[in-house]
């Protein structure tokens, strides 16, 4: 049978990755649990809050979007617009010419992997530096990360030290600790060295125009002490209306994403540095990227502009932890990325549009969503959007509908193919007529085949009123 | 880019005009978002340097602890703010090398770093660094060891009060505990990028 991609990826997925993925997810789901609701009477009533502040952002961008560029403008950030990833990969460009920069560390973006930005600056002779540990390893193995928060969830410790060893990072050397120190050492002399930063944002607030960036590591805060530039690729979906919003967001971020009750780094930048401070940027640009957004904000699935990127219904997901992240052939995976992946493809949706189909809807995910996105409705709107479409990815293992069709619309064919089903119970596994049941089938045990026997109580009802039901064989009737 | 702009802009109105009505900005009480069991149960410090410890802190109320903590782990050289200098040296004595000028070119040198914090939130056990208080960001973030220097009066309650305190310094950078990842096989690992020990020493 021909399986959806994502199990045909999960099918081959090395077992120690499977085991480091499944780990990985479900540890960090626990202590989210376990953090919020020790912390706070009523999470839920916080998760429902922040979905609220959200969608209002999104619902009128049109008018935040013209506002934070005047707040940033009057706090000294040079704003820039780009609709396209290529637009913005130049605009970066544009910024390290005009510097004459051929150094840029970089932390904390999901955008500038969504525009491909190291790849496009490395061919104009710009090196590029993933500052972040999981992101820094995914570099040198020329791999892509896996996870939201934990970039190489699915690497162990002996991947990463034969990586390091290849790359001229010291001997083969496993200590989790070591291999720490070794990164340390050698992106520090990194940091120093470059002219300019780049980073996401986590939020922009319109109110104050202030740009916030958490990290665990630090390396944010290292690229906005060394360096003179400071580039923000942002989304132009990152907006909060008011500081105050930021109370309630960062506490449920930290707690999302890693359980922890506040992430180590906040930073809250509003411009260039003080004239006083001799560390960091005196010079920030901040690039408002769409980038397909317009697009999902256009559909009937624009609450999925409300993330946070926090990645906590990865975690929580089955599907996601058993497949791993690359399974999802995007930058976003798990329950999120199966929404807005394949919205962000644009016309070439249907290419993704198996994504929307990796999903039990056991609705785990919204459950855990600190803006509480509805992911399983978004998942089925976008199921049928892709039947509409007709994607060959989507229909992807499920089985021909047209017999069906043919025998809905035929009562004698219906009441023989009733009759004739029966010979399914003598059949073995291997025989059955249709490939998804025989999937099925191999995993699991059918029940007996009764085809008409409700048919046949109901006649027996109508002749004789009043009369209780015949039973057959000494069971209870079933619909057939 | 302004073309970009126009491009955007127009994309999004005709997005959002099919929308009969838009969702409205919800007011909501901080009150929310506080940890109630912890606030206000003791006296900011007292409450603070329990839950710096809970992420991996470590809390000294005198300069002499400093002094006695920093001799005993072998952290000889490092940086100080010269304006918070002074307040400390009689208690530093022979052995130390400290510097009040940092130079970039040697950040290895540097095995702690003494700055002002400009607060602190006691709910969390977070350090509130920020442009004018902090004479150099890096002194606060390459060495190993990191000292912030906390005046009791500057302790708000819970974070809730220092998200409304946030003035106009152009770059606030709150530090809950020392620099940490858990990328490798979930261990965690502290000192990162950033200080692997983070200390609140309170003066005054």
Redesign the interface.
């Given at each position: 049978m021909k399986f959806q991609q994502i199990d045909q990826f999960a099918a081959h997925l090395r077992p120690s990755t499977r085991a480091a993925v499944y780990d990985g997810s479900k540890k960090g789901h626990e202590k989210r649990t376990q953090v919020l609701f020790d912390h706070y009477p009523d999470p839920d009533r916080l998760r429902q809050l922040a979905g609220e502040i959200k969608q209002h952002v999104i619902e009128n961008l049109d008018t935040y979007l013209p506002a934070i560029e005047a707040k940033l403008k009057a706090n000294g950030v040079i704003v820039h617009w780009a609709a396209t990833a290529e637009a913005a990969n130049e605009a970066v460009l544009a910024i390290m010419r005009a510097r004459n920069a051929t150094r840029m560390v970089k932390a904390k973006t999901m955008v500038s992997e969504e525009t491909e930005l190291a790849h496009f600056l490395e061919k104009n002779g710009v090196e590029c530096m993933e500052t972040d540990l999981g992101e820094f390893i995914v570099q040198i193995d020329h791999d892509h990360p896996s996870h939201i928060v934990k970039p190489i969830i699915h690497k162990n410790r002996r991947d990463i030290a034969t990586s390091f060893e290849k790359n001229g990072l010291g001997a083969y050397n496993d200590d989790p600790q070591t291999i720490t120190r070794r990164a340390r050492d050698f992106l520090r002399k990194k940091y120093l060295v470059a002219d300019v930063a780049l980073t996401g944002a986590n939020f922009l607030v319109a109110e104050s125009g202030r740009l916030v960036l958490v990290t665990n590591e630090g390396n944010s805060r290292f690229c906005l002490a060394a360096t003179r530039c400071h580039i923000a690729m942002v989304g132009i979906e990152k907006i909060l209306p008011r500081d105050r919003d930021l109370g309630l967001l960062l506490n449920l971020l930290g707690r999302s994403g890693t359980g922890q009750q506040l992430t180590v780094y906040t930073e809250f930048i509003t411009g260039p540095r003080a004239p006083a401070q001799p560390d960091g940027p005196d010079e920030m640009h901040v690039i408002l990227v769409d980038n397909g957004r317009t697009d999902v904000l256009a559909s009937d699935c624009r609450d999925i502009l409300r993330c946070i990127r926090c990645g906590a219904c990865l975690n929580v997901c089955p599907v996601y932890r058993q497949a791993s992240g690359h399974a999802y052939r995007s930058v976003y995976p798990g329950p999120v990325g199966a929404v807005l992946s394949p919205l962000l493809m644009g016309k070439d949706f249907p290419e993704k549009a198996d994504l929307p189909k990796a999903s039990s809807l056991c609705g785990a995910c919204n459950e855990v969503c600190p803006v509480d996105i509805p992911i399983p409705d978004l998942l089925l709107r976008l199921r049928e959007k892709g039947k509409r479409e007709h994607s060959a990815a989507a229909a992807a293992g499920t089985p021909p509908m047209g017999a069906w069709s043919l025998l809905a619309s035929q009562p004698t064919a219906w009441k023989a193919a009733l009759l004739g089903g029966r010979i399914i119970n003598y059949l073995p596994t291997k025989m059955l007529p249709i490939p998804a049941l025989r999937a099925w089938e191999g995993k699991r045990s059918l029940p007996a085949w009764r085809g008409g026997e409700f048919r046949h109580w109901l006649k027996g009802r109508a002749r004789s009123p009043g009369a209780p039901p015949p039973t057959s064989g000494g069971q209870s009737p079933r619909p057939s | 880019?302004?073309n970009?702009?126009e491009?955007?802009?127009t994309?999004?109105?005709?997005?959002?005009a099919p929308?009969k009505e838009?969702?409205?900005?919800?007011d909501?009480d901080?009150e929310?978002?506080i940890?109630?069991?912890l606030v206000p149960a003791h006296e900011p410090w007292v409450l603070f340097c329990e839950r710096l410890v809970a992420?991996n802190g470590l809390p000294l109320d005198s300069a002499a602890a400093l002094a006695a903590w920093l001799r005993e782990h072998q952290h000889l050289h490092g940086y100080c703010d010269p304006a918070l200098w002074p307040r400390l040296a009689a208690h530093f004595g022979e052995g130390f090398t400290v510097e009040t000028e940092y130079d970039?070119a040697r950040?290895?040198d540097y095995q702690f770093g003494i700055t002002a914090a400009a607060g602190a939130v006691a709910e969390?056990g977070?350090l509130i660094l920020d442009?004018?208080a902090?004479t150099?960001?890096?002194a606060a973030?390459?060495p190993w060891v990191h000292i912030a220097v906390l005046s009791r009066a500057a302790i708000f309650a819970d974070?809730?009060q220092a998200?409304?305190a946030?003035g106009?310094?152009?770059?606030?950078?709150?530090?809950?505990?020392?620099?940490?990842?858990?990328?490798?096989?979930?261990?965690l690992?502290e000192?990162?990028?950033?200080?692997g020990i983070q200390i609140a020493l309170l003066l005054g």
């Open positions: - | 880019m302004s970009d702009r491009t955007i802009l994309r999004v109105r005709d997005a959002l929308l838009r969702a409205p900005l919800p909501w901080t929310l978002a940890m109630r069991r992420v970039r950040v290895d969390t977070t442009d004018r902090t150099r960001r890096l973030l390459t974070l809730q998200v409304a946030m106009d310094d152009p770059n606030i950078i709150w530090c809950t505990g020392p620099s940490k990842t858990a990328d490798v096989e979930g261990i690992i000192g990162v990028h950033g200080p």
